[in-house]
């Protein structure tokens, strides 16, 4: 059984920076595809950004290039986002998820992602 644990949320004010981390479980953490979603209230899951197993390749929604940067640590089994230049519109709850196997590009689609983190709430004030 894979868990995902997220962790580093919080209150920040608007320009500020956050760190999440997501702590998984299980062998072969480096086959798989990382990806970060966020959900607002009353909104559907939108796709952050993903990594590829080997972290070579990565993949940004419009709404945070240039602001967030994804990375993974193969060795502790734990991927990061670094969130900078924080604005109000990125408050959500933020997941963590890995990608199905089989799946050999990074999806922005939630379906082809198999196991979620309960999530951490990233709160920006203006």
């Known amino acids: 059984q894979v868990q995902l644990v997220e962790s580093g949320g919080g209150l920040v004010q608007a320009g500020g920076s956050l760190r999440l981390s997501c702590a998984a479980s299980g062998r072969t953490f480096s086959s798989y595809t990382m990806g970060w979603f966020r959900r607002a209230p009353g909104k559907e899951p939108e796709f952050v950004t993903g990594?590829?197993?080997?972290?070579?390749?990565?993949r940004y929604a419009d709404s945070v290039k240039g602001r967030f940067t994804i990375s993974r640590d193969n060795a502790k089994k734990t991927v990061y986002l670094q969130m900078n230049s924080l604005k109000p519109e990125d408050t959500a709850t933020y997941y963590c998820?890995?990608?199905?196997?089989?799946?050999?590009?990074?999806?922005?689609?939630?379906?082809?992602?198999?196991?979620w983190g309960q999530g951490t709430l990233v709160t920006v004030s203006s």
């Open positions: 998820a890995r990608g199905r196997a089989g799946i050999l590009f990074i999806s922005t689609l939630p379906r082809d992602y198999d196991y």
């Open positions: 990594i590829s197993g080997s972290g070579g390749s990565m």
